[in-house]
């Protein structure tokens, strides 16, 4: 079979991995306490010395990232300045600076911080590790768009890669616990997804999960109120999701959706335009936090963090063969939809080391 070139024709998915909490409620990322601090061991998952003292979330990242690799992700195969990431987060260091800020305010100032995790006070470091393991020397972005964060990823990344900065693309979310009073529960874990071009993939002969395209936009959620500001939600929504729909062709089949809302109206109104464009009965309004129906069975709700669309995503690439369409919407008005065209075979089941909880 050969595949289409560029990003138009969609990028290879060719490893995909979750490390998430063995058991998070209702095969959840998200506790409304917070997880169990045991559940994942650094020692045992990454090595017994060099690791102990990364933040929590680099420390899923890397994790994940091993398991997309052993996936058949082939972003170790080409030269290191050929190799680049794109990084998904929101939540994921806010622990850590919270413990920054109460060190330099009741402990001596920054002479209190510990070496060891000084260098994490800017988010952009979260990867830094990553990049150090996997040589990604390309290019290396960091996003935190709340919710669809790891959506825009793949879209930024794909843009990079289809420019020519790189061969293959390392996208990834990771979140940890946030703060006591933060006010929301915190997602944990991290996702991982290996991207090429198809021709790349087809070239080695990798197995191949299905092609994805991605987009996002955003709407101010002020603009709702006025009855022209909620029609150009609809037209914005419609115009990008038929353009994305363009890009798979005149013979590719209507994809199946799955929907990560919230209770916002931008979430509803998302909905209720992109069920127009796949001519689909309007269902009943989301409830706060919930998935709205066809959704994928043990899928998680829009959350704090970046987690949630890229836990979707990967259960999304790693079940079933089919054309599917994953609609990120929530109340701060960033909108993503990423649609997975299937190659028609087997989903690929990975080799080496099992997957870490909620395996897809």
């Known amino acids: 079979m050969s595949l289409p070139i560029g990003i138009d024709g969609g990028l290879a ?22 997880p169990p601090d045991d559940w994942f061991d650094h020692r045992t998952r990454l090595g017994p010395r060099g690791y102990k003292y990364l933040p929590a979330a680099a420390q899923y990242l890397l994790a994940a990232a091993r398991g997309a690799a052993a996936d058949g992700g082939g972003i170790d195969l080409v030269p290191e300045d050929r190799r ?39 988010a952009s470091v979260l990867g830094s590790r990553l990049a150090a ?12 768009a709340p919710g ?31 703060p006591k009073g933060a006010g929301e529960p915190g997602e944990q874990g991290a996702a991982a997804l290996v991207l090429e ?17 991605a987009r996002s936009l955003h709407v101010p959620p002020r603009s709702l109120a006025e009855g022209a500001g909620r029609a150009r939600l609809t037209a914005t929504v419609t115009g990008a999701l038929d353009r994305l729909l363009a890009a798979a062709g005149p013979g590719a089949r209507a994809p199946e959706p799955h929907y990560v809302l919230d209770g916002s109206p931008v979430a509803a109104l998302t909905r209720a335009a992109v069920d127009g464009v796949l001519a689909i ?33 990967v259960r999304l690439v790693t079940g079933e063969p089919g054309d599917r369409l994953l609609v990120v919407a929530g109340g701060r008005g960033h909108i993503a939809f990423v649609l997975l065209s299937a190659l028609g075979r087997p989903p690929v089941r990975p080799h080496g080391p099992e997957r870490e909880g909620n395996p897809c």
């Open 148 to 178: 669809t964060a790891a959506l825009e990823a793949v879209e930024a990344g794909a843009r990079a890669l289809a420019a020519g900065r790189c061969d293959a693309l390392f996208v990834g979310a990771a979140e940890h616990a946030l």
């Open 84 to 122: 680049g990431s794109a990084l998904a987060l929101n939540g994921a260091l806010a622990g850590l600076f919270d413990r920054m800020d109460r060190q330099v305010a009741a402990e001596g100032g920054a002479n209190a911080l510990s070496p060891a995790t000084a260098p994490y006070f800017a």
């Open 281 to 313: 009965r309007p269902a009943a309004p989301p409830t706060p936090g919930a998935l709205a129906p066809g959704a994928p069975p043990g899928a998680v709700p829009l959350g704090a963090g970046s987690l949630a669309a890229a836990v979707g995503l």
């Open 133 to 144: 393991e996997h040589g990604l020397k390309g290019f290396a972005l960091t996003l935190a």
């Open 13 to 34: 998915v060719t490893g995909a991995a979750l490390v998430l909490p063995p058991d998070a409620p209702g095969g959840r990322a998200q506790w409304p306490g917070g």
């Open 197 to 213: 071009p198809p021709a790349a993939a087809e070239a080695r002969g990798a197995a191949v999960h299905g092609l994805v395209r």
